[in-house]
T-cell receptor
Framework: AQSVTQLDSQVPVFEEAPVELRCNYS??????LFWYVQYPNQGLQLLLK??????LVESINGFEAEFNKSQTSFHLRKPSVHISDTAEYFC????????????FGGGTRVLVKP | DVKVTQSSRYLVKRTGEKVFLECVQD?????MFWYRQDPGLGLRLIYF???????EKGDIPEGYSVSREKKERFSLILESASTNQTSMYLC?????????????FGSGTRLTVV
């Protein structure tokens, strides 16, 4: 069965500094990968996804993630964070042959300090 | 703007009560999901449905049931609420046959069982 591990439960970071959120998954088959963001008191929003093609995917607000099949990872990065990036971030995986079911990681809470 | 609407934002119920959590989507999505979100555990899948009157167990179905009588509505039922079911409950929906658009989430229902 697929599983997702987010290695950091909390990441404090100063404004304009870079941040990396780590995500590893376990699956022996082809997968789709997602990052979702949850701002305070809101539901989850899709940040970016990898379905096929280029292993580097980007979001409209400056985040990027790279799919590494050999390391079964999908780490999320942003070169310069803003206060508004304070949120919880969830990595999720779906096995291609398993329909539309997503398995989520435990989440990483990012706190951006001025 | 497409929406997944959860009927209650906050709910307080007594132990042993039967609890109904309602979710409605206006996107004509085939798939609907119920997750619970707990700190450090991320989102865990309770039940999901790929079509009207269809339901499948997720990873933690014990103590829950669901109902999907209409395509747009997916209800989560706690047959006899217990304190360990105190949690944030998230409903989501997605198009059938593809994860290209990911899931659309509701804002969540924070349930407290006393």
């Amino acid at each position: 069965a697929q599983s997702v591990t987010q290695l950091d439960s909390q990441v404090p970071v100063f404004e304009e500094a870079p941040v990396e959120l780590r995500c590893n998954y376990s699956s022996s088959v082809s997968v789709y990968l997602f990052w979702y963001v949850q701002y305070p008191n809101q539901g989850l929003q899709l940040l970016l996804k990898y379905l096929s093609g280029s292993t580097l995917v980007e979001s409209i607000n400056g985040f990027e993630a790279e799919f590494n099949k050999s390391q079964t990872s999908f780490h999320l990065r942003k070169p310069s964070v803003h206060i508004s990036d304070t949120a919880e971030y969830f990595c999720a995986v779906s096995e291609v042959a398993a329909g539309n079911k997503l398995t989520f990681g435990g989440g990483t809470r990012v706190l951006v300090k001025p | 703007d497409v929406k997944v609407t959860q009927s209650s934002r906050y709910l307080v119920k007594r132990t042993g009560e039967k609890v109904f959590l309602e979710c409605v989507q206006d996107m004509d999505h085939e798939n609907m999901f119920w997750y619970r979100q707990d700190p450090g555990l991320g989102l865990r899948l309770i039940y999901f449905s790929y079509d009207v009157k269809m339901k499948e167990k997720g990873d933690i179905p014990e103590g829950y049931s669901v109902s999907r009588e209409k395509k747009e509505r997916f209800s989560l039922i706690l047959e006899s609420a217990s304190t360990n079911q105190t949690s944030m409950y998230l409903c989501a929906s997605s198009l059938g046959g593809t994860l290209y658009y990911g899931y659309t989430f509701g804002s969540g229902t924070r349930l407290t069982v006393v």
